[in-house]
T-cell receptor
Framework: NAGVMQNPRHLVRRRGQEARLRCSPMKGHSHVYWYRQLPEEGLKFMVYLQKENIIDESGMPKERFSAEFPKEGPSILRIQQVVRGDSAAYFC??????????FGQGTRLTVV | KQEVTQIPAALSVPEGENLVLNCSFTDSAIYNLQWFRQDPGKGLTSLLLIQSSQREQTSGRLNASLDKSSGRSTLYIAASQPGDSATYLCATSSGTYKYIFGTGTRLKVLA
């Protein structure tokens, strides 16, 4: 029973490029969350998704960021036209109803 | 809006000490509370999950308590070891299952 799988673990993008971060939840989990951790800061909620639905995107910047969790395949966090300030660790978590969240190892995005 | 605070922000103790990490939250209408450990440059490892109907959970040298009415949780670490050095995070979940994190306590256990 694999845990939450995120890939890539490290991603380097030039300013203006697109970044795609993938997250496969634990088997049987239908809730997926994305968090961002800026250097020396805490984890900030970005978006909460269930299959084919965005439940809460209150923590996601209105521009350039989008997330999806299709019926088949992993959840994707997409950042268009990346800027240096997007450099951070992006964590995905999954849960089954009320049973606690399990986190992936994160994707460390560096924008150069 | 839920706010989660952790005190102290950093803690340095000699090996073998028992210690307590504190977590407070402003909205007592939580579904559960979870304690995590994060090592530098790594992901989060779940330590203990306390459902809203529970008062405490134990795992090995770790014990977490929950007092919803006062908006507090504590993580007790017995006989601390250098391997316990990490950042400890607490997070609350409401009925929507969204987790709100505290800012963490950076623990260093000295050999």
């Amino acid at each position: 029973n694999a845990g939450v799988m995120q890939n890539p673990r490290h991603l380097v993008r030039r300013r203006g490029q697109e970044a795609r971060l993938r997250c496969s939840p634990m088997k049987g989990h239908s809730h997926v969350y994305w968090y961002r951790q800026l250097p020396e800061e805490g984890l900030k909620f970005m978006v909460y998704l269930q299959k084919e639905n965005i439940i809460d995107e209150s923590g996601m910047p209105k521009e350039r960021f989008s997330a999806e969790f299709p019926k088949e395949g992993p959840s994707i966090l997409r950042i268009q036209q990346v800027v240096r300030g997007d450099s951070a660790a992006y964590f995905c978590a999954s849960s089954d109803r009320g049973q606690g969240a399990f986190f992936g190892q994160g994707t460390r995005l560096t924008v150069v | 809006k839920q706010e989660v605070t952790q005190i102290p922000a950093a803690l340095s103790v000699p090996e073998g000490e028992n210690l307590v990490l504190n977590c407070s939250f402003t909205d007592s209408a939580i579904y559960n509370l979870q304690w995590f450990r994060q090592d530098p440059g790594k992901g989060l490892t779940s330590l203990l999950l306390i459902q809203s109907s529970q008062r405490e959970q134990t795992s090995g040298r770790l014990n977490a308590s929950l007092d919803k009415s006062s908006g507090r949780s504590t993580l007790y670490i017995a006989a601390s070891q250098p391997g316990d050095s990490a950042t400890y995070l607490c997070a609350t979940s409401s009925g929507t299952y969204k987790y709100i994190f505290g800012t963490g306590t950076r623990l260093k256990v000295l050999a």
